[in-house]
């Protein structure tokens, strides 16, 4: 038998397609092994980068502040802080609101711009006023961006 009358026997063909198939399916696994060991190899890069950044921050946060007021520098009233730094910034038509609570006072004001909100939380701490919380957002007015700012203060300890 020659080889082209074993190419035409039909159990040719089908060992044929059944190799084809073998192939073909081996080059698909290996495709998905390489995958996998890519995503493996970034999913530890990910881990290797937080890992660094957690670290950070712990260093970070175990340094003293150097902004921190000193004993003799505490507010006695932070409401009347508070409302001292607003109205020497001029801010007391974008007050939303102003109020003693428990845990603090809440400052919330509207349609300021960065170098108000920087000059606003520079008087702050200055004063002796830590945020506890705050919240900033980003908000369209007309064709700029303004900030609107929740800030929840109490005095440094």
């Known amino acids: 038998m020659t080889l082209s ?3 035409e026997l039909p159990e040719a063909k089908k060992l044929f397609k059944l190799i084809l198939g073998a192939v073909l399916l081996w080059i698909l696994a290996l495709i998905l092994f390489l995958q996998a060991l890519d995503l493996n190899a970034q ?3 990910d881990l290797t980068d937080a890992d660094k950044v957690i670290n950070s921050s ?3 946060k175990a340094y003293p502040t150097t902004n921190t007021p000193k004993t003799g520098d505490s507010v006695d009233d932070p409401y009347a802080a508070v409302s001292e730094i607003v109205a020497s910034l001029g801010l ?3 007050i939303l ?3 003693t609570q428990s845990s603090g006072v809440l400052l919330q004001v509207e349609r ?6 920087v000059q606003l939380v520079t008087l702050f701490e200055s004063r002796g006023l830590l945020a506890k919380t705050a919240e900033l957002k980003a908000l369209p007015v007309d064709k700029e961006r303004l900030l609107t700012g929740t ?3 109490e005095t440094a300890k």
């Open 92 to 94: 007391e038509d974008r």
């Open 97 to 99: 609101q102003l109020s």
């Open 112 to 117: 300021l711009y960065g170098e108000e909100m």
């Open 58 to 60: 712990i260093v970070y």
């Open 43 to 45: 999913a530890r890069r």
């Open 5 to 7: 009358e074993i190419r």
């Open 151 to 153: 800030f929840l203060l």
